[in-house]
């Protein structure tokens, strides 16, 4: 069992793992979210949108690709992200340019943004499952800006089974924040149990099991 680390310590860890892996795991999720549809079903609605629609979209995944990007991608980028919204608000491309933009803001440190941009994909979606990983990651940005308490009310909808474990674990990560260890262990606790059902990875999950005292639960 690791030595058990204080409250302040934690919430640190919680703010430099999002620094560091926030927007990474944001482009994983726009990968997931095409895998959900299946990769068949995925091209064939891409062959079914406009041609303007599936450019900009492309241009646009190149572009967030980047590891680095100057003013110019960036404003791109965010010009890309905002026509698809407003020209083609009804489609999937929509929902996935609003995630992008979110990983580009926090990339360029500009939260406010990519809070907006995740907003926006929880109002406007029509899709359940991109609503979820919306307000998923807004809870994490909550977290990382000292608003635990308003990610707790972020999390309370329901989300799709195949996103339980990703919820139970940013409620882990906001227990932390806000001081009450048990409520994170047995949230930590949850999200490993539906992880391992589902045979999904939550990548320092265990670690974070560790510094509460908890043992693992298989």
């Known amino acids: 069992m690791a030595e058990l680390r204080t409250e302040e310590e934690q919430l640190d860890a919680i703010k430099q793992w999002w620094k560091s892996n926030g927007s990474a795991l944001l482009v994983g999720i726009v990968i997931a979210a095409a895998g959900v549809f299946g990769w068949q079903a995925w091209q064939r609605y891409q ?84 609503q979820s990983l919306a307000r998923i990651d807004l809870a994490r940005l909550q977290i990382a800006g000292d608003d635990a308490k308003t990610a707790l009310t972020t999390l309370e909808e329901s989300v799709p089974s195949a996103l339980e474990a990703q919820r139970q674990n940013v409620l882990g990560d906001a227990y932390v924040a806000l001081e009450r260890p048990e409520d994170a262990r047995n949230a930590y606790q949850q999200a490993q149990s539906l992880a391992q059902d589902a045979d999904q990875t939550l990548y320092g999950l265990q670690l974070k099991l560790d510094d509460l005292g908890a043992e693992d639960a298989t």
């Open 47 to 130: 062959e079914g949108q406009s041609a303007e629609a599936s450019n900009a979209y492309q241009q646009l995944i190149a572009i967030a690709s980047s590891d680095t990007l100057d003013d110019n991608a960036r404003t791109q980028a965010f010009d890309l992200a905002d026509g698809l919204q407003s020209d083609h608000g009804d489609t999937l491309y929509a929902d996935l340019a609003g995630l992008l933009e979110a990983k580009i803001a926090i990339n360029a440190e500009d939260n406010e943004r990519a809070r907006q941009a995740l907003n926006d994909v929880v109002a406007n979606s029509d899709r359940p499952y991109m």
